[in-house]
T-cell receptor, first 111, second 115 residues
Framework: QKEVEQDPGPLSVPEGAIVSLNCTYS??????FMWYRQYSRKGPELLMY????GNKEDGRFTAQVDKSSKYISLFIRDSQPSDSATYLC???????????FGTGTQLKVEL | DAGVTQSPTHLIKTRGQQVTLRCSPK?????VSWYQQALGQGPQFIFQ???????QRGNFPDRFSGHQFPNYSSELNVNALLLGDSALYLC??????????????FGQGTRLTVV
């Protein structure tokens, strides 16, 4: 079983829609959960991170962790064409700051 | 602040050749990690350097090696290139402080194509 799994999509939504992106993970000991955004031909950039369970909100973005089901989510409200990118969930694993990434979900927000 | 810079941007090599990729970390950062991102996949951790030593290694063969210099910049070397080594190679830097690493900043990557 992979440590982090993510539906690769692609996902296409109309402008203004609410987007839900999801990952599952295998190890209940994981405590930090991150979401990166990667535009085409660019490196990933950190969007948000959460510690343990609960929600964290930053503008139109909300990250949610459900440790009981080992499920993490990123919600994007009022999605914009500029949100079109690949979204990667990532978890620090194995000590240090080694990040284990999901496959990434490619999102397209259409006018 | 220039952020994390990688060179070259693109590279085409022939099977069996050797390649060296370079990374300059963000100003103030002392830790460099390298990742391989195949098309349609998430980045996979290759290794991490801190204080000029390899501190952690992912599941990559010995053909992949690296180095960190006193100015914290780093190189990734890949020997005996295979077609399957074609990927985007990402460098990420962070700062190690009191047992914790700060947020990892990624460079724009080097696109390696092996023909």
């Amino acid at each position: 079983q992979k440590e982090v799994e993510q539906d690769p999509g692609p996902l296409s939504v109309p402008e203004g829609a609410i987007v839900s992106l999801n990952c599952t993970y295998s190890n209940s000991a994981f405590q930090y959960f991150m979401w990166y955004r990667q535009y085409s031909r660019k490196g990933p950039e950190l969007l948000m991170y959460t510690y343990s369970s609960g929600n964290k909100e930053d503008g139109r973005f909300t990250a949610q962790v459900d440790k009981s089901s080992k499920y993490i989510s990123l919600f994007i409200r009022d999605s914009q064409p500029s949100d079109s990118a690949t979204y990667l969930c990532a978890i620090p694993t194995g000590g240090g700051n080694k990040l284990t990434f999901g496959t990434g979900t490619q999102l397209k927000v259409e006018l | 602040d220039a952020g994390v810079t990688q060179s070259p941007t693109h590279l085409i090599k022939t099977r069996g050749q050797q390649v060296t990729l370079r990374c300059s970390p963000k100003s103030g950062h002392d830790t460099v990690s390298w990742y391989q991102q195949a098309l349609g996949q998430g980045p996979q951790f290759i290794f991490q350097y801190y204080e000029e030593e390899e501190r952690q290694r992912g599941n990559f063969p010995d053909r992949f090696s690296g180095h960190q210099f006193p100015n914290y910049s780093s190189e990734l070397n890949v020997n005996a290139l295979l077609l399957g080594d074609s990927a985007l190679y990402l460098c990420a830097s962070s700062f190690f402080f009191r047992g914790w690493y700060t947020e990892a900043f990624f460079g724009q990557g080097t696109r390696l194509t092996v023909v």
